[in-house]
């Protein structure tokens, strides 16, 4: 007895390849005020595709279902793969999301718009808050910026001179400020009107003083008075409209000098008074 056998072949076709999955998040590593819309696609030629996963940081993985969204400034990593239908994993892959949607603030808090100053430099100080604040630039320069306080020390080289302040953050906002001051290069002049200056005389002496700075302005007026051979005493405030009185004999000196606004001090100047009654 004969049998015919008859055989069957069949192909079988492996998978070991992982799915691939892409985005559709145009600023992947580059600062946008826009809030984040991102589309995950996964593809898988052999058995498909069975899940896509993602977290933002380090939160937990989760099953993507539909487009991530993110709209609060700050930077963020988000991070996603699939898996196929057999148990392939793609490689793990990033996309880096940084939104900044307002520049920074920049204040300058010294010295104060209108300011008279002096001397040969003068310090800018303000403050400057941005949560991806970058740089602050003084009249174009790189200042110091600690815990949000900028400081920079500009020459004065002008009468009139503007004081800038640049902020910038890392999404390429920036914001200014800007002050006035005013140089004063000058310092008080104070005069007196005793007429009997070194010269022997038997009335008492009566002097005014009057102090004058054409820029910042008088602040204060300062004198004393001593006798010849002595140790001449601290000076004291002088108010304006006020008389200084000698009314006893002897060889008395008076200095007197001011201070403006700006702390510029003029050289002391010295009366010599001298009273003798009998002469």
């Given at each position: 007895t004969s049998r015919n056998e008859s055989m069957v072949s069949r192909t079988i076709s492996r998978d070991i390849l992982p799915p691939g999955t892409d985005h559709d998040y145009a600023y992947?590593?580059?600062?946008?005020?826009?809030?984040?819309?991102?589309?995950?696609?996964?593809?898988?030629?052999?058995?498909?595709?069975?899940t896509t996963y993602y977290r933002e940081g380090n939160e937990p993985v989760l099953e993507y279902?539909?487009?991530?969204?993110?709209?609060?400034?700050?930077?963020?990593?988000?991070?996603?793969?699939?898996?196929?239908?057999?148990?392939?994993?793609?490689?793990?892959?990033?996309?880096a999301v940084w939104i900044d949607q307002a520049p920074p603030a920049v204040k300058?808090?010294?010295?104060?718009?209108?300011?008279?100053?002096?001397?040969?430099?003068?310090?800018?100080?303000?403050?400057?808050?941005?949560?991806?604040?970058?740089?602050?630039?003084?009249?174009?320069?790189?200042?110091?910026?600690?815990?949000?306080?900028?400081?920079?020390?500009?020459?004065?080289?002008?009468?009139?001179?503007?004081?800038?302040?640049e902020a910038f953050d890392e999404g390429g906002h920036q914001s200014g400020d800007s002050v006035n001051v005013i140089l004063d290069a000058s310092l008080p002049v104070t005069t007196d009107d005793y007429a009997f200056d070194n010269v022997w005389v038997n009335q008492d002496a009566q002097i005014r003083l009057t102090a004058i700075d054409?820029?910042?302005?008088?602040?204060?007026?300062?004198?004393?008075?001593?006798?010849?051979?002595?140790?001449?005493?601290?000076?004291?405030?002088?108010?304006?409209?006020q008389t200084i009185t000698i009314d006893q004999e002897g060889k008395w000196m008076v200095e007197y000098y001011s201070v403006d606004h700006v702390g510029g001090t003029e050289t002391p100047h010295l009366i010599s008074v001298f009273l003798d009654r009998e002469n």
């Open positions: 992947d590593g580059a600062w946008t005020q826009e809030n984040a819309h991102i589309t995950l696609s996964a593809l898988d030629a052999e058995s498909g595709v069975k279902r539909r487009p991530i969204d993110i709209r609060k400034e700050g930077k963020y990593t988000i991070e996603y793969y699939s898996t196929d239908k057999v148990g392939n994993e793609e490689g793990h892959r990033k996309i300058i808090t010294s010295p104060l718009n209108g300011a008279y100053v002096s001397g040969k430099t003068i310090e800018v100080r303000g403050n400057a808050s941005d949560t991806f604040l970058s740089r602050v630039l003084v009249n174009g320069q790189l200042a110091t910026v600690a815990g949000g306080n900028f400081m920079f020390t500009v020459p004065l080289a002008q009468e009139k001179i503007v004081l800038t302040a054409p820029d910042s302005g008088i602040q204060a007026t300062y004198y004393r008075i001593y006798t010849e051979g002595t140790n001449p005493p601290a000076f004291v405030s002088y108010d304006s409209g």
